[in-house]
Every structure is written in structure tokens, then in C-alpha cells.
């Protein structure tokens, strides 16, 4: 694994060759550990040792360590060392402004040395401090990063900036590598009707277990929304949490996802389609059509369409009722 040391005692050593399972340093030290990432085993004889720590386990010997190609050591990186020496399985890394750098450090120098992590959260809570990891480190995420913590079960993107490109990274490279993901959140990140219709066909489908997804302020339109509702939604069945605010579907996308989506996701209890541009005949569409198949819902908004009297009406009369 690149950009890992092996760790002796409180110290760090990198150390140059391997005997038999026990490293030497510069000094002449030699430390007992097992064989490092990346490295294999040669015999040199004729070395004395200094001292003889303890027999190191796998999670403390192998240390992520931060390349000095991308400058001095940013705060957040304690967060990541931090995962590493407890052997934590949640990485939280919300609000730290990594940017595209950051991003492609954390995949090549951080996330080989947590393979254990089952959450991965670079969301924001604060827009102004969000990370930006941008096309640039979507892909390097998708390419280097999630083919190294395959026990994912939630991957919190919202607010990236990873545009169209970007998504079509994770979904064609990142996504099949995380099958046992059961949640995902890419919401504001402007992957646009491209993105989307790439996330449906390629990335979905490995995501058999999903439970909660959020797309809101994409921009998908129409066209992404129908690809989700024809080529996503009849892959992740175990679907119960659905986010699509401010997506621009309208009519028609409402429509899709009521004929073609809805009855593919019958668990679901959560359905946000704020602020969409529905019109009466697409909260028509989702009264008589949709709703009926998703009887378990707890939550539904739809605040902020044009649906009108008469889709208020059908809403009322014939959705509602299930």
C-alpha cells in the first residue's frame, strides 16, 4: 500500500528492507512486525539489533502518512490518522475544505490504510466550508479510493462540485467496487442529466442493498429522472428513503417515476420532490398512479411545485386514501 510506514512502539520508521519479517532502519535497527505494505521479504544476515519491540498486529504497523508533494500537513489529516490508530470504521471529514488535492491524497495515501472503514462522510453541514473535491477528485475517489474500502455501507458525497464528469466516474468506477452500500448521498453536486443517467445505468445496479439515495439539486430534469425511474430504481428495491428536491423533472419526470419507478420501490417511507416543477398533471400522475404502490410512506414533499387545485385535488382524493 503506498504512503504507509511501519510503526515501532510510539515511533515511526521507514525502513528500507525487510528480514524474514523483521525491518531495519537507516540506524541498523531492526523491528519485528511481520512484512509492510508493498513490501516482500529478503534475507541479509549479520545484522544486530538494538532492541526487539513487541510483535506489532496489522493495524498498527502500516500508518497513512501525508505526501510532502502537496505541501504542509492540513488539520483534517489528524482525523484520518485518527481512524487508522483506533481502527475506526467511520471517517468523517465534513466542512474540511480538502479540495481536489486533498481529495487525491486522501485516496492514495489515506484510504489503503483503512480498509476497514464502513463510512466515508465528505458532506458539508456548512456550504461556505465545503470540501470541493470536484471532478478531479471524484475520479480519483472512483479510480483509486472505493476499489480500497469495499465494506462501505455509506458514502456521503453532498456538495462536491463533481459536476456531470465526476458522477460518471463513481458510477462506472467508484460504485461497483462498494456493493454493500446502503447509503449514498450525492445531493448538490451538479452531475446534471448526464450524470444521473450514468449513476441509473451503471452505478445502481451493483447497489442491490441501498436504502436511502439523495440526488436533490442536480439538476437532472425530465430526461434524468425518467433514467432513474426506467434503469435505476428497478435495481435498488430496498429502497425506503428517496431525496430528488430541486431537480427541475416536471410533468414528465413526475410521470416516469410514478409509472415506471414508484411500483420497483415499495418500501419506501421517505419521498422528497420539492421544488420540481410539477404541474397538475404530474401530481395526477403520482396521485393515481404512483402513490398507490409506495403504502408505506411516513413522509412526502411536495412543496414548492404548480400543481394547482387540480392536483391538489387528486393528491386529496385519490393518493392520499393510501
Given at each position: 500500500?503506498?504512503?504507509?510506514?511501519?510503526?515501532?512502539?510510539?515511533?515511526?520508521?521507514?525502513?528500507?528492507?525487510?528480514?524474514?519479517?523483521?525491518?531495519?532502519?537507516?540506524?541498523?535497527?531492526?523491528?519485528?512486525?511481520?512484512?509492510?505494505?508493498?513490501?516482500?521479504?529478503?534475507?541479509?544476515?549479520?545484522?544486530?539489533?538494538?532492541?526487539?519491540?513487541?510483535?506489532?498486529?496489522?493495524?498498527?504497523?502500516?500508518?497513512?502518512?501525508?505526501?510532502?508533494?502537496?505541501?504542509?500537513?492540513?488539520?483534517?489529516?489528524?482525523?484520518?490518522?485518527?481512524?487508522?490508530?483506533?481502527?475506526?470504521?467511520?471517517?468523517?471529514l465534513r466542512?474540511?475544505?480538502i479540495g481536489?488535492?486533498?481529495?487525491?491524497?486522501?485516496?492514495?495515501?489515506?484510504?489503503?490504510?483503512?480498509?476497514?472503514?464502513?463510512?466515508?462522510?465528505?458532506?458539508?453541514?456548512?456550504?461556505?466550508?465545503?470540501?470541493?473535491?470536484?471532478?478531479?477528485?471524484?475520479?480519483?475517489?472512483?479510480?483509486?479510493?472505493?476499489?480500497?474500502?469495499?465494506?462501505?455501507?455509506?458514502?456521503?458525497?453532498?456538495?462536491?462540485?463533481?459536476?456531470?464528469?465526476?458522477?460518471?466516474?463513481?458510477?462506472?468506477?467508484?460504485?461497483?467496487?462498494?456493493?454493500?452500500?446502503?447509503?449514498?448521498?450525492?445531493?448538490?453536486?451538479?452531475?446534471?442529466?448526464?450524470?444521473?443517467?450514468?449513476?441509473?445505468?451503471?452505478?445502481?445496479?451493483?447497489?442491490?442493498?441501498?436504502?436511502?439515495?439523495?440526488?436533490?439539486?442536480?439538476?437532472?430534469?425530465?430526461?434524468?429522472?425518467?433514467?432513474?425511474?426506467?434503469?435505476?430504481?428497478?435495481?435498488?428495491?430496498?429502497?425506503?428513503?428517496?431525496?430528488?428536491?430541486?431537480?427541475?423533472?416536471?410533468?414528465?419526470?413526475?410521470?416516469?417515476?410514478?409509472?415506471?419507478?414508484?411500483?420497483?420501490?415499495?418500501?419506501?417511507?421517505?419521498?422528497?420532490?420539492?421544488?420540481?416543477?410539477i404541474g397538475?398533471?404530474?401530481?395526477?400522475?403520482?396521485?393515481?398512479?404512483?402513490?398507490?404502490?409506495?403504502?408505506?410512506?411516513?413522509?412526502?414533499?411536495?412543496?414548492?411545485?404548480?400543481?394547482?387545485?387540480?392536483?391538489?385535488?387528486?393528491?386529496?382524493?385519490?393518493?392520499?386514501?393510501?
Amino acid at each position: 500500500m503506498p504512503g504507509c510506514l511501519v510503526k515501532e512502539d510510539a515511533k515511526e520508521h521507514r525502513y528500507g528492507s525487510v528480514i524474514g519479517g523483521e525491518a531495519v532502519n537507516a540506524d541498523g535497527e531492526i523491528g519485528f512486525f511481520g512484512i509492510p505494505c508493498g513490501a516482500s521479504a529478503v534475507h541479509i544476515e549479520g545484522v544486530k539489533a538494538r532492541h526487539r519491540p513487541h510483535r506489532s498486529t496489522m493495524s498498527d504497523r502500516s500508518a497513512p502518512t501525508w505526501p510532502a508533494e502537496h505541501g504542509g500537513k492540513p488539520g483534517w489529516w489528524a482525523r484520518v490518522r485518527s481512524a487508522f490508530e483506533k481502527g475506526g470504521t467511520t471517517l468523517d471529514l465534513r466542512d474540511c475544505q480538502i479540495g481536489p488535492e486533498g481529495g487525491k491524497a486522501l485516496v492514495e495515501r489515506g484510504l489503503p490504510c483503512l480498509p476497514q472503514l464502513t463510512t466515508l462522510n465528505l458532506g458539508c453541514d456548512t456550504w461556505s466550508k465545503r470540501n470541493d473535491i470536484g471532478p478531479e477528485g471524484a475520479q480519483a475517489l472512483a479510480t483509486q479510493g472505493l476499489p480500497r474500502v469495499t465494506q462501505l455501507t455509506s458514502l456521503n458525497l453532498w456538495g462536491n462540485s463533481i459536476g456531470p464528469e465526476g458522477a460518471q466516474a463513481l458510477a462506472t468506477q467508484g460504485l461497483p467496487h462498494v456493493t454493500q452500500l446502503t447509503s449514498l448521498d450525492l445531493g448538490s453536486n451538479g452531475m446534471g442529466t448526464q450524470g444521473a443517467t450514468a449513476l441509473a445505468t451503471q452505478g445502481l445496479p451493483h447497489l442491490a442493498q441501498l436504502t436511502s439515495l439523495d440526488l436533490g439539486g442536480n439538476s437532472i430534469g425530465p430526461e434524468g429522472a425518467t433514467a432513474l425511474a426506467t434503469q435505476g430504481l428497478p435495481h435498488v428495491t430496498q429502497l425506503t428513503s428517496l431525496n430528488l428536491w430541486n431537480n427541475s423533472i416536471g410533468d414528465e419526470g413526475a410521470t416516469a417515476l410514478s409509472l415506471q419507478g414508484l411500483p420497483h420501490v415499495t418500501q419506501l417511507a421517505s419521498f422528497n420532490l420539492r421544488d420540481n416543477s410539477i404541474g397538475p398533471e404530474g401530481a395526477t400522475a403520482l396521485a393515481t398512479q404512483g402513490l398507490p404502490h409506495v403504502t408505506q410512506l411516513t413522509s412526502l414533499d411536495l412543496y414548492s411545485n404548480r400543481m394547482g387545485t387540480q392536483g391538489a385535488t387528486a393528491l386529496a382524493t385519490q393518493g392520499l386514501p393510501h
